[in-house]
């Protein structure tokens, strides 16, 4: 959800809105602007903020700053940012966004001195304008044609013309075409929360044997370590951190309520909320 001008907007997708603020930003002073996902945390708020503060001046020499974060691990749950020409004071050159991998190209990713995409930018409004009309046209005519739907509160005009708008993220429309892409590395205690194993790394574990333990009722569980066991109202999970990545294909297996009729992401991952699936059918 997000308000422009007064007018609440229902499921204003991420990549939407992120290009919609730019809009909305350069024309009230152009102000250094940061994008970031409402669902992730960061373990050290402090050193977030010396990110950034860090990053702020490199932001009027490029398009745009990604943050990447130190791979404490081959993870195949995340994006990946291959990186080039390491300038004091001016972040890497981003050479390309990496798709989520498998586990032995994850592996050779970590190796290789890749950060994981955090998904976290920084920028000037109107120097990212200008590249995403380069790289993005109809995305930012169908933008403008929504903002000023939007800005003469014009409510069915609005709902047209954000439906009209193509369904893709900021990331795949605009940044992986676009020059001038830098990233700096970000050390706080990053993470999307998008697995049991990351509740179970912020929660701490339930027990002595590093299982995350969610019910309404006492588990018994001797022997089992390292696993996930959530009770819901639709049934219960019991599932090995280490198998994590067979979860999203065994809940499609289920079918209705729990498979892909009832939202198979609602049922897979913590914290998910339903989405209008991109078009595309790349991920982050």
Not at 27 to 52: I, K, M, N, W, Y
Not at 84 to 98: L, N, Q, S
Not at 131 to 157: H, I, N, T
Request: aromatic letters at 6%; charged letters at 25%.
């Amino acid at each position: 959800m997000a308000i422009f001008d007064g007018i609440r907007v229902i499921d204003l997708s991420s990549g939407i809105a992120g290009a919609l603020t730019s809009l909305l930003f350069a024309e009230q002073g152009d102000p250094l602007t940061a994008v970031v996902p409402s669902d992730h945390t960061t373990a050290d708020p402090e050193a977030f903020r010396r990110a950034l503060q860090s990053a702020a001046p490199a932001a009027d020499a490029c398009t745009v700053i990604l943050f990447g974060v130190p791979p404490t691990r081959p993870e195949t749950d995340y994006g990946y940012l291959e990186l080039a020409d390491d300038t004091p004071g001016r972040g890497m050159e981003v050479v390309r966004f990496i798709e989520k991998p498998g586990p032995a190209e994850a592996e050779a990713y970590v190796k290789a001195g890749c950060l994981w995409n955090a998904g976290i930018f920084l920028f000037r409004p109107s120097r990212l304008i200008a590249e995403a009309r380069r790289v993005a046209p109809d995305l930012m005519r169908g933008l403008q044609v929504y903002r000023r739907a939007v800005a003469s509160r014009d409510r069915p005009a609005a709902r047209r013309a954000y439906e009209a708008l193509p369904n893709i993220s900021i990331d795949y429309a605009v940044m992986e075409k676009a020059s001038g892409v830098r990233a700096f590395p970000l050390r706080a205690g990053w993470s999307d929360v998008g697995t049991w194993r990351s509740v179970r790394d912020l929660r701490g574990p339930s027990d002595e044997r590093g299982n995350l333990i969610m019910a309404p009722a006492p588990v018994l569980a001797p022997g089992v370590r390292d696993t996930a066991i959530v009770a819901g109202p639709a049934g219960i999970l019991v599932l090995p951190f280490a198998r994590e990545a067979e979860l999203k294909a065994a809940v499609e297996k289920l079918g209705p309520p729990l498979g892909r009729g009832a939202g198979a992401r609602d049922s897979a991952a913590p914290g998910a909320r339903r989405v209008r699936p991109r078009r595309r059918g790349k991920t982050r």
